[in-house]
């Protein structure tokens, strides 16, 4: 399955994918997001599974079993869009365990689930070459392998 999370308004979203849908799980925002409030409860209470109710409280498990997620966002100071941002906070914690373990000299949470996905990153706007640079720091800091686009306009995004 394809994960795709997007900022973009629907109509936008219809553009994109020209309805083939079949193995995309889409996640776009319905202006109910809550924010994650760092309460581990997704490590302690409900393993996995976000304690915060919402259309938004299954995203580790939705990730668990994705083999490609694709990421669209507006570029904001070199970071993802609230939105995303949003959802990728949401996302974190519920697909790692709680403890931490250092592997090659980095220290990091291992992932509760065994499944190993690509991960794909548009960023549209107006992005410096800073913006740019930080951006692809942001982007490793969550997936180190991870592959990161840019593009002026939204547009130009339609063809991948």
Not at 19 to 33: H, L
Not at 49 to 65: F, H, P, R, T, W
Request: aromatic share 12%; net charge positive.
């Amino acid at each position: 399955m394809k994960l795709l999370l997007h900022d973009l308004e629907k109509s936008d979203e219809k553009i994109l994918l020209n309805n083939n849908r079949d193995d995309i799980t889409v996640i776009s925002d319905d202006g109910k997001i809550n924010p994650c409030i760092c309460c581990f409860g997704c490590w302690i209470k409900t393993p996995g599974q976000c304690v915060i109710k919402d259309s938004y409280e299954n995203m580790g498990v939705l990730l668990s079993k994705c083999d490609q997620m694709i990421i669209i966002s507006k570029c904001f100071y070199g970071s993802y869009s609230p939105f995303i941002k949003n959802v990728l906070d949401r996302i974190v914690c519920p697909y790692q365990l709680p403890y931490l373990k250092t592997i090659n000299g980095k220290t990091r949470h291992p992932k509760r689930y065994k499944n190993r996905y690509t991960s794909t990153v548009y960023f549209y706007g107006e992005i410096t070459e800073t913006e740019k640079e930080t951006a692809q720091r942001v982007v490793k800091a969550y997936r180190e392998k991870s592959s990161v686009y840019f593009y002026d306009t939204f547009e130009e995004i339609k063809g991948i």
